[in-house]
């Protein structure tokens, strides 16, 4: 595509020869003639102007530059729009790998692909342009929606729901049993999981993550949320839209998160409880009580940001005197 092109894609102003064709797009180091690349402060368009990049993607404020530039108002997100564009999905045409097992009662979709040693029960649905990827397991009355990507070893357990453009890295488990016992006269009795996990539009699953079945109730992954990997979501959990958790993060039972949360790595949350919308949880932190929306908290038990900073300013205050005192030292 030309320069003007690009630029009418993304509603950016061009300075220099807006006739050039771009092939591709890299970073700044990797850049070739025919590249790409964006620069959002002065050091990355020096060294963007050094290389052999043809055009940079820049926000409206910086200086003017001996290469084609194109200004937009969010340079990632303009550069993340070409990179799409780019790359456009194409259609697979249908096909199914001998080494597959595909139940006669499964109803399946236009330009679906299905791997090598992928296994589709009985009463499953996939719709259109799926792609199910090597030794994935979809069981028995599985629903996936259109343009759906499932990349290998992952396991879909009875009665999941996909809904449209979900992408589930390799080892996903969703569906399985949630962490719900009974203890009577010493001993444990397993509590029936009757629910199904409900995945709606946009989502994407980091490989290695768990997400487990409703008890009675659904477990529901709203629209546009984005779970890294190595991450645990439990029985009944109720998660909004647009939220975004990082990887090692943990969520019990019961607990409902609010649109638009931000979980930083490593946080987790105790079971039954209410996290508002917009709520940011800094990594590491041990949430044990319901939050309202808009909060910034961090910790271990997890605070308002502020009080927590106060907390350890203090408390490395105290240590500090306390060490002059001579009760930590020597003697």
Not at 46 to 75: F, H, M, Q, Y
Request: proline share 2%; aromatic share 4%.
């Amino acid at each position: 595509m030309k320069i003007r092109e690009l630029a009418q894609l993304i509603e950016g102003m061009v300075e220099g020869n807006d006739n050039i064709d771009i092939n591709g797009l890299s970073g700044i180091e990797k850049a070739k003639s025919g590249d790409l690349t964006f620069a959002i402060d002065e050091d990355r368009l020096a060294g963007a102007e050094r290389s052999d990049a043809s055009c940079i993607l820049t926000n409206r404020t910086i200086r003017k530059s001996s290469k084609a530039l194109i200004r937009v108002t969010n340079p990632k997100l303009s550069f993340l729009i070409i990179y799409n564009t780019f790359n456009a999905p194409k259609d697979r045409e249908s096909f199914i790998h001998p080494l597959a097992t595909v139940s006669d009662s499964a109803r399946i979709g236009k330009n679906v692909w299905i791997g090598p040693n992928v296994s589709i029960e009985e009463g499953a649905e996939i719709g259109d342009h799926v792609i199910i990827e090597s030794n994935s397991s979809i069981k028995k009355n599985c629903e996936i929606g259109s343009f759906c990507r499932i990349y290998p070893n992952v396991t879909l357990y009875e009665n999941t729901r996909l809904q449209k453009n979900v992408i589930l890295h390799s080892g996903v488990v969703v569906g399985s049993d949630g962490f719900g016992y009974v203890k009577d006269k010493g001993k444990i009795y397993k509590f029936p999981q009757l629910g199904r996990v409900i995945i709606e539009d946009d989502v994407e699953i980091g490989a290695n993550t768990t997400i487990d079945r409703g008890s009675l109730n659904d477990t529901v992954i709203g629209a546009g949320t984005k779970i890294d990997n190595l991450c645990q979501i439990a029985h009944n959990v109720r998660i909004g839209k647009n939220v975004l958790i990082a990887a090692l993060c943990g969520i019990s039972g019961s607990t409902v998160l609010g649109d638009n949360v931000v979980m930083g790595g490593q946080a987790g949350i105790v079971d039954n409880v209410t996290i508002g919308d917009n709520v940011t949880i800094g990594a590491g932190s041990a949430v044990i009580g319901s939050i309202e929306k808009g909060a910034v908290v961090w910790g271990v038990p997890a605070r308002p940001i502020a009080q927590t900073k106060r907390q350890m300013a203090v408390l490395s205050l105290l240590t500090k005197n306390f060490r002059k005192g001579g009760h930590l030292g020597k003697g």
